[in-house]
Each structure stands twice: as C-alpha cells, then as structure tokens.
C-alpha cells in the first residue's frame, strides 16, 4: 500500500508551514536587527548609517538618529557635507531632503524631527518653485512607501519581508560600513555630474517666445498656506535658531522664469515669505539668488539650477560669515537688486 494518505499529507503540508513560518520569521528578525532604513532603531553593531535613498530613510534617521541641528531642503541641498555645518555652528547635523523641496513635506519632516530631538539649528533652503506649490504634503500622490512614514505597525510587512532589502539593502549597508562609509555625506549625487557651462546649456531649452507675464499674487493662497507652515514651526519652537536661504539658481534659470512669465510671481512670493520670516525674533534670512560672482558662472552648474559642492560649501562659508543676511532694514534694497538681477540676466 502506497503511503501517501490524507494524515501524511498533512503532516507534510504542516511541516512544510512550519518551515516556512520559520523562514519568515528569521528574515523578519534580520530585516529589524538591521534595519537598513531605521524603521525601528539607529544601526546596531558597530554598522554605519549608510544613507542613499531619501525616500525610505530619511523618516527613521529624522526619528532615530543622533542630532542637534538639520539641513532641509530639496535636492540643491544634498551635497552639502554635513561637517561643514558642525565645524561652522556647533552642531550635529543630518539631513531632511526631499527632491521636491514641497513646504509642506519639509515641514511635516521638521515636526517629525522636533518630535524626537532638540534642535539647536534649522538651515532651510527655500526654493522659489516649492513657495508657490500647494500646502499639502505629497508623500502618498508621489509614491513613497508609506509603511515607513505612518505610525502604523500592521502593515510593516512590506519592509519586514521585502527581499530587496533582506537580499541587497543589508548587503549594502554592511559592505559600505566595511568600505568607511562617510555618513556626512549623506544623499550626496554629485559625484559623475559635469558641473560646466558646456553641461548646464546642455540641459536649458530657451522658449522661442516669451509667455505673457503672470500676475505677481496669482498663486497668493498656496503662498500664504506656505507661509503658515514655517511660521508654525518657528513659533512653536522658539529657542530655535532658524536659518532660512535661497539658493543661487543660475542666470539660466532668471532667463527661464522670465519667458515663462513666472518672474513677478517668483518676486512677489518671496518678498512675502522673507517679510513674514523675518518678523519672528528666531530667524535669520539669507539671499543668494543675486549672488553675481557664482550664478553667471555657468561652469559652477550642471543645469539651470542644480550647482557644485563647492558652492554648497560657501553657501555655509557665506551663512557662517553672516554675509548676504537680509533684515528688515535691507530688504527693500535687496528687492531692487533682484529687479537689476532679472534685467541683467
């Protein structure tokens, strides 16, 4: 008689979901001893905090991570070797980036920081483009893994039991901790880029024809909803330093705005934004978008916005010299430059 009977079978298919059971639990309890992404903790066992993809780990380091001061902004900022600012101010700085640079993801990633340490110091790069987005986080419409932002420890499984990141993100981790990973380095992509005028004209389509100019308050609500989130993280956290800056986008993109007919927009939502910033006692405003010497030397950028570490670098230089502050005394004069800044450019 054969002996594949309904009791064996069953004992096979039990043993079979005892194995697997056992197998899944292993590479839950890997994933978290790990936890390449700090879901659950800061890195365990001597690893480095390997930070590559912004989109999944910038949430637990925010939540997990050793930290007094935070760098925020889009991808402009990423380059910035985080030592830089601890050397300049007394810090300890890590990185809350969102490519986008939306106000309103930022500062849902400042809430989350406030939550879980004390900052010293808040340097937040204000990109003209994120002033007149809508106040509204964009997190889920864009696609990011939800199971890491949210409080909700049901739905883990996507991380827990996720065989890129039991097979390659742990790997990784582990080989860039043995290499002497740089974690000031941070989301850094600068490397393999051609920073040139060559390269930045390369990547700027001129519009044949100018557009009809915008009307300056045309997106007046978006504006003011964005204002309300920063002022709200300012007032609520007032032995706070916070340093708010606009980068220096190059002539590039000056030529771009104004054929897109977006350039009295862009100047009446950031005199809006620096005159409601610069009324709180915690705050601090630096320009840099008529910085002549680097926005018309093309060879600092790879495209209309994106520039070189090195700018990064003096960005911070320039902050920590407390050259191109603006104040409510200057403010006016700084607005007249950036009228000559448009001609000019």
């Known amino acids: 008689m054969g002996t594949n009977t309904p009791k064996t079978r069953a004992g096979f298919l039990g043993a079979l979901g005892i194995t697997a059971g056992v197998l899944l639990a292993a590479a839950a309890l890997l994933v978290y001893a790990a936890d390449p992404y700090f879901h659950y903790h800061a890195p365990w066992f001597g690893l480095s905090a390997v930070q590559t993809e912004k989109e999944y780990q910038v949430p637990g380091a925010l939540r997990h991570l050793d930290y007094d001061a935070v760098i925020v902004g889009s991808s402009v900022v990423e380059n910035n070797d985080n030592a830089w600012y601890d ?33 010293k110091r808040v340097f937040f790069n204000l990109d003209a483009a994120a002033m007149i987005l809508p106040p509204e986080t964009t997190f889920e419409s864009t696609g990011c893994p939800m199971y890491l932002y949210d409080d909700n420890p049901w739905n883990d499984a996507a991380y827990l039991l996720n065989s890129s990141v039991l097979f390659e993100k ?15 380095l941070s989301y850094n992509w600068a490397e393999g880029k051609n920073f040139s005028e060559a390269g930045a004209l390369s990547q700027y ?19 003011q ?26 002539a590039l993109w000056w030529d771009s705005t104004e054929r897109s007919g977006l350039t009295e927009v862009y100047l009446w939502s950031e005199q809006q934004v620096m005159e409601a910033l610069l009324s709180c006692d915690n705050v601090e405003v630096y320009d840099f978008q008529n910085w002549d010497e680097v926005v018309t030397d093309l060879d600092s950028y790879m495209d209309p916005i994106h520039f070189s570490p090195d700018i990064n670098h ?9 050259r191109h502050l603006v104040t409510q005394d200057n403010l006016a004069a700084v607005l007249r430059t950036r009228e000559r800044c448009r001609q000019t450019y």
């Open 314 to 322: 003096r960005i911070c230089d320039e902050i920590a010299a407390g």
């Open 170 to 184: 742990i790997p990784y981790m582990i080989a860039q901790t043995l290499s002497g990973y740089n974690g000031n």
């Open 87 to 119: 050397e300049a101010f007394g810090v300890h700085t890590i990185k809350a980036v969102r490519s986008y640079g939306c106000i309103a993801d930022l500062t849902w990633y400042l809430n989350l920081a406030f939550s879980s340490q004390h900052l």
């Open 225 to 250: 909803g964005n204002i309300d989130l920063l002022l709200e993280q300012v007032k609520k956290h007032p032995d706070t330093q916070f340093t708010f800056f606009l980068p220096p986008y190059s």
């Open 205 to 223: 389509q001129r519009k044949r024809e100018p557009a009809a100019m915008e009307a300056a308050d045309a997106y007046a609500d978006n504006v």
